[in-house]
């Protein structure tokens, strides 16, 4: 399996201006109005557990009830959905869109979005971890030296599984990249020794049978130094644009959007049936999956920033962002 360099801030930006050309003659197509003048709100979101406060506020009917018309438009990785928003094909990006990928596209185009809810996560609110086939000998990160390890596609995830194996004691590991909905098969395939991936992957490959975690709440423990440490790692935001446009449907979407938060955090068990049909978990399964903690802008401590902005640095200490991106002015404010 050939490792796919992720693309850099630049070339995004030449590709974005190579086919300006095409954005100009449809490609941002103006959003379709409902009867009563209000915008359709088109999201991105990519399948992996963290969405869900999302997918529940769309299938309780939150965003309806708020007057809002939503549309879920649905990406293989979080770099596409940051992507559709430079674009202009996108609004904004529900949680489990990875903040990193955000960052790239602050740095393409400098206040593009305002990020208002992110979904920690660490050892005890897990959605991070590195799997393995279920009868492999490997017991620790620093065993995978020399194996086949694969991630999610995307910036994000190459740099910090890269990272994290090098900080455990494996050294320099050759990550490649494959789509989430294939690292299960992948694994059983024997086609790969390892990877690091987000939930459900985990609790699907347990279920079947095929995978076992190796660890979990990883990027709390290797990039932020504590287990329990909050990594920001996926965001929901809007872009800069949008708010402006419509600020007062901006509001009640954010409104809307908290009331999935509420009710992942207040009744997790009956958020999780709105799994099925976003993810690769449904049925019975989705009363097993661990689910990610979710903090609203208006609930971000300076600890909470400090931690964030120093998952972002090192995106910039391994020149991945061509520049110090700093977490704050990306903040919402209401």
Do not use: C
């Not at 300076?302 to 704050?328: C, G, H, M, P």
């Amino acid at each position: 399996m050939s490792h796919t360099r992720p693309d850099s801030p630049s070339r995004i930006r030449r590709r974005l201006v190579q086919s300006a050309g095409l954005a100009l003659a449809g490609l941002a197509a103006p959003a379709i109005v409902r009867a009563q003048g209000g915008p359709k709100i088109r999201i991105g979101y990519w399948p992996v557990a963290a969405g869900l406060p999302f997918f529940a506020a769309i299938e309780k009917g939150y965003f309806k009830e708020a007057g809002l018309e939503v549309e879920p438009l649905k990406f293989a990785g979080a770099q596409q959905v940051m992507e559709a928003m430079l674009s202009g094909r996108s609004d904004g990006s529900s949680n489990g869109t990875g903040s990193a990928n955000l960052a790239i596209g602050e740095i393409a185009q400098p206040g593009l979005f305002k990020i208002f809810a992110t979904n920690p996560s660490n050892a005890k609110h897990v959605l991070d971890e590195f799997l393995l086939p279920k009868d492999s000998a490997v017991k620790s990160l620093a065993e995978l030296k020399g194996k086949r390890v694969a991630s999610g596609p995307g910036i994000q995830n190459v740099t910090l599984a890269k990272t994290m194996l090098e900080r455990a004691g494996a050294g320099a590991v050759s990550v490649s990249e494959l789509p989430i909905g294939q690292h299960v098969a992948a694994l059983a395939a024997g086609q790969i020794d390892a990877v690091y991936t987000l939930e459900p992957t985990g609790t699907v490959g347990r279920l079947n049978g095929t995978t076992r975690v190796l660890e979990a709440g990883v990027v709390a423990k290797y990039v932020l130094g504590d287990p329990m440490a909050p990594w920001h790692g996926g965001s929901a935001s809007l872009t800069t644009e949008f708010i402006k446009k419509y600020p007062g449907e901006a509001k009640r979407y954010i409104a809307a959007y908290a009331k999935g938060i509420e009710l992942v955090r207040s009744k997790p068990e009956e958020a999780r049936q709105f799994l099925k049909g976003y993810t690769a978990i449904d049925g019975a399964l989705t009363s097993e999956v661990p689910l990610a903690s979710y903090m609203l802008f208006n609930e971000f401590k300076a600890s909470d920033i400090a931690y964030f902005q120093k998952f972002y640095d090192l995106f910039a200490e391994k020149s991945i962002f061509e520049k110090r991106v700093l977490v704050e002015p990306m903040l919402f404010k209401g």
